[in-house]
Nanobody, 121 residues
């Protein structure tokens, strides 16, 4: 089993920045892909970004491209999401995921509990 724990969420003003972290523990595997998703109230879960384990290839949703940056440090077993130029519509619970998906958007095998990000206008 793999456990994922997100941190770094909080309240920020529009235009501000936050960096989320996702720490992995347990039977981790650096070959696993990792990803960030988010879910806003009354909306479906949305893919944000992913990063492969081997080559570190990244994929982004159009809604965050150019503003968010996904990265990982395999030695620390941690993935990051640097979020810049935040907008109120970025408000959501952010989840990290890991696994060996068919495509960049999933399905993923392991999920964290989520961290709340709130962007005030």
């Amino acid at each position: 089993q793999v456990q994922l724990v997100e941190s770094g969420g909080g309240l920020v003003e529009a235009g501000g920045s936050l960096r989320l972290s996702c720490a992995a523990s347990g039977r981790t595997d650096s070959s696993a892909a990792m990803a960030w998703f988010r879910q806003a109230p009354r909306k479906e879960r949305e893919f944000i970004a992913s990063i492969t384990g081997s080559s570190g290839t990244t994929t982004y949703a159009d809604s965050v491209k150019g503003r968010f940056t996904i990265s990982r440090d395999n030695a620390k077993k941690t993935m990051y999401l640097q979020m810049n130029s935040l907008k109120p519509e970025d408000t959501a619970v952010y989840y990290c995921a890991a696994g060996w998906p068919v495509g960049s958007q999933g399905p993923y095998d392991y999920w964290g509990q989520g961290t709340q990000v709130t962007v005030s206008s």
